[in-house]
């Protein structure tokens, strides 16, 4: 079969046509960026200490009743109190904590009648809703790890969707996911339930990226393409990601944060009229009257005139699974590059005594970073780049051990260093991914190498809680990781100014 791209090519690379399908698409992306990280500010712990209500004690003794914990700095109990029935009957003696009674000498209990939580920065989160602390404390990365669980079984069952009944029923059934649960969540009663609504909005969550990378991989050609899959793609997640810290700050109640996320994709319905089928898919289905209207389509929108038979000789290619499975691919570079990208996104958030700041910090790193992808897409091979990427994000992960705590713009700096190099890693990767596969497994394989990935991001809220052992083991362990990913992109085969290939001998040629 003649080549696509050459076939298409009278279209040009950016009328009016691909106009549409590339601001489209980049739109239907915005909700993955807020919707990824939502849980920063939904799972966030608010400071607290043991409730003490409804019981007669004299001001100093209401004062002290909470004991103080040193832990580099004072702070009140969060999951202690001293005994209640021993500090009414010393209150009602008239004795004075710390002149009468050693405070240290009381015996201490535990917060039996619920908490008392500071709305100095959230009015709720679902810690403070459910009561997700102290022995309960291990709820709340749990909840984070379902979510992501979900955007894993998602991305593999998507991808296989997809391949099978199209790019575009796909995106949309995945974004509908979102919005209804994302709503759902509202409506939680419980820990369990919120749990479970979650579960299943994550189903959704990069469902619908993997599908609009590869939709708008196969519409565009060109370095139209080259921009949509790195630059375009990862700026609409960005500005998601940036959005959120926005609407946090004036939505400080989760409930409230939840609804305001899920209503704006109801505008997303009029896209399904805008929005093409891919093409390339239409024709390794056999289908080959649909592919030519929606070229005929584009050639009057982008006022061209379109040949009388615009594809001949199509075959169809069928493939299995068996042939990704024996191909592992980018899969280790892509699990490497998550797992870094969600463990320092989430931490990232905690380096900044308010969290709104934080967030934003962290969103706007990533411009510069997809910028980079961009260029590295451009100009230089995909292995090297991929190589360069993972080995300056391992540099500054090592050094932050070595920076002393009074240097602590210093160990920012690095872990901006850090999160920039993997998350243009991650931009490019995305992309390459969609160049090494077949038009007919493209998206299936695309979703299995997103799934793998998504393991990392699965384990990154327990990468991150190990820090409670050595401060910098998380950092170690990134670093690591990033050193063997480096090693194993060396056997990588290139794609870099190559076309995409259509069926699995296309693949195997470019392979040898």
């Not at 201490?108 to 959230?122: L, M, R, T």
């Not at 990862?234 to 004036?250: D, N």
């Not at 592992?328 to 699990?335: A, E, H, K, V």
């Not at 380096?351 to 590295?376: D, G, K, R």
């Amino acid at each position: 079969m003649k080549d696509y791209t050459e076939t298409i090519g009278f279209l040009g690379q950016w009328g009016r046509f691909q106009q549409i399908v590339f601001f489209s698409l980049i739109a239907t992306i915005m909700p993955n960026g807020f919707g990824a990280f939502t849980l920063v500010f939904l799972t966030d712990t608010p400071s607290h200490h043991c409730l003490v209500s409804g019981i007669n004690l004299t001001e100093d003794w209401r004062k002290s009743v909470i004991p103080i914990r040193v832990d580099g700095k004072q702070e009140l109990s969060r999951c202690s109190r001293y005994r209640l029935d021993v500090v009414r009957n010393l209150s009602a003696q008239g004795y004075i904590p710390g002149m009468d009674v050693n405070l240290t000498d009381l015996e201490e209990e535990g917060c039996v009648d619920g908490w008392s939580y500071s709305k100095d920065i959230y009015e709720s989160t679902i810690v403070s809703e459910f009561d997700l602390v102290c022995s309960n404390q291990w709820k709340q990365p749990f909840t984070s790890t379902v979510f992501f669980v979900g955007v894993l079984l998602g991305s593999f069952f998507s991808g296989q969707l997809s391949d099978r009944y199209g790019r575009k029923p796909i995106l949309f059934a995945a974004l509908a996911l979102q919005t209804v649960f994302t709503f759902a969540q509202v409506f939680s009663g419980s820990w369990i339930m919120f749990l479970i609504i979650l579960f299943i909005n994550g189903l959704g969550q990069m469902s619908n990226f993997v599908a609009a990378l590869v939709l708008g991989s196969e519409v565009l050609t060109g370095k139209v393409r080259v921009l949509y899959s790195s630059l375009g793609t990862c700026l609409g997640f960005a500005i998601g990601y940036m959005i959120l810290p926005l609407l946090a700050y004036f939505l400080r109640d989760w409930k409230s944060l939840s609804l305001a996320l899920s209503l704006p994709c109801v505008a997303y319905i009029p896209f399904w009229w805008l929005m093409p089928e891919s093409p390339r898919w239409l024709l390794s289905q056999g289908r080959v009257e649909e592919a030519e209207a929606i070229i005929r389509t584009a050639a009057k929108w982008n006022k061209v005139q379109a040949p009388r038979i615009i594809f001949e000789d199509c075959g169809v290619s069928k493939l299995s699974l068996t042939h990704y499975w024996i191909n592992p691919r980018c899969r280790t570079q892509l699990f490497t590059m998550i797992v870094g990208y969600y463990s320092l996104s989430f931490n990232t958030a905690q380096l900044h005594e308010n969290p709104y700041i934080s967030c934003f910090i962290s969103a706007v790193v990533e411009i510069p970073a997809y910028i980079s992808s961009w260029l590295a897409l451009l100009y230089l091979p995909r292995r090297l780049s991929v190589i360069l990427t993972l080995v300056f994000g391992a540099v500054p992960l090592y050094l932050i051990q070595l920076v002393p705590d009074d240097l602590s713009n210093l160990s920012l700096a690095l872990e901006m260093l850090g999160k920039y190099s993997i998350t243009t890693g991650s931009s490019l990767m995305f992309a390459y991914t969609a160049e090494l596969y077949p038009t007919v497994l493209r998206n299936t394989a695309t979703g299995i190498s997103n799934t793998v990935s998504r393991i990392g991001s699965c384990i990154a809220p327990l990468l991150l809680s190990l820090g409670m052992y050595y401060k910098y083991l998380p950092h170690i362990i990134l670093g690591t990781l990033a050193v063997v990913a480096a090693f194993a992109a060396l056997f990588l085969p290139e794609s870099f100014k190559k076309p995409l290939p259509e069926t699995i001998e296309q693949m195997h040629r470019r392979e040898r």
